[in-house]
């Protein structure tokens, strides 16, 4: 079973592009999605416990969160700490799963992909990327984004073009959503012609 790595920058249309994965037939693993189930769920109470003040009506307000996270990175480790587990577990669980069956593609969709070396559990990455300035429209046109909070969300990530040379291929967005499709459909053309092995 291939496990693809999708991965991107904040506003590089990543969602979109696994979504296109998925309508493929292929399984998708969502680690944002994971995360958000994971603060109403089994992550509350721990991350109540190491930052007080941040749950409201039983689950974890993220707003609050972030406040407390954004620009402290001994704060960012220690929620790290508590989330990325289970996120992993999680992970692995959908792993299992598809195995079981008998999917041989899987698509792993990891925002933070190289910045937490989950590059070493997939077999290949996919990077969608696109303009600088279609990014940035795209980012600053959502409800409750700043340009300060852009560029603290673009300070945590890896820079583009370095995901884009470390990556094993490339969708380019900013093309349209046209070409991305068809990007797809070469992509898992080339997997299931043997372009990766696992």
Request: glycine share 8%; proline share 4%.
């Amino acid at each position: 079973m291939i496990r693809i790595g999708l991965t991107g920058s904040i506003g590089m249309g990543k969602s979109t592009t696994a979504d296109m994965f998925a309508a493929r037939g292929v399984p998708v693993h969502d680690a944002d999605a994971c995360v958000h189930a994971l603060y109403e769920g089994r992550a509350v109470p721990l991350i109540g416990d190491a930052f007080p003040g941040t749950i409201v009506d039983g689950k974890v307000d993220r707003s609050l969160l972030s406040k407390q996270v954004l620009r402290d990175p001994e704060a960012m480790k220690r929620l790290e700490d508590i989330v990325h587990p289970l996120v992993r577990e999680e992970e692995q669980t959908f792993l299992d799963l598809a195995r079981l069956d008998g999917h041989s593609v899987v698509l792993l969709d990891i925002p933070l992909l190289f910045e937490t070396g989950g590059e070493d559990r997939v077999d290949l990455v996919v990077v969608v990327t696109a303009d600088a300035g279609i990014q940035r429209e795209r980012v600053l046109s959502r409800d409750g984004m700043s340009e300060d909070r852009f560029q603290a969300i673009l300070a945590k990530q890896v820079p583009d073009a370095e995901k884009r040379k470390r990556a094993d291929f490339l969708i380019d967005t900013g093309l349209g959503m046209e070409a991305a499709e068809r990007r797809v459909d070469e992509i898992l053309a080339e997997i299931r012609n043997g372009k990766a092995q696992d």
